[in-house]
């Protein structure tokens, strides 16, 4: 690792971890307001979780079409990004492991 990021790595991993739990809570959210139809999602509070994770959504919805009339693209996304942080951040993550061997050196 370059003596650069060492001293960064604490900083980098606390927002790798930030980010990505914020995107599984805006995922999950967007699931929850799935099963409740009536909510308009494109006012009001609900624009907080709809626009940053519509990008993604509609991108992924062109792919994965609806199946059975369920949108099933937060789903896929929730799942993606709870994977990832687990494989950067998680305990037995890469970001975790390196920060861990450092503080033992």
Do not use: C
Request: hydrophobic fraction near 50%; aromatic fraction near 12%.
């Amino acid at each position: 690792m370059t003596p650069i990021l060492i001293p960064a790595l604490p900083t980098i991993h606390s927002l790798t971890g930030f980010t990505l739990t914020t995107w599984s809570l805006a995922f999950l959210i967007r699931i929850i307001l799935t099963w409740y139809p009536q909510i308009n999602i494109s006012k009001g509070f609900w624009l907080f979780f709809s626009i940053p994770t519509e990008v993604f959504l509609s991108i992924t919805r062109r792919i994965i079409p609806p199946i059975g009339g369920v949108d099933i693209t937060p789903v896929i996304w929730f799942g993606l990004i709870s994977l990832i942080r687990e494989l950067l951040v998680g305990p037995q993550g890469i970001l975790s492991q390196i920060l861990l061997r450092q503080s033992i050196q």
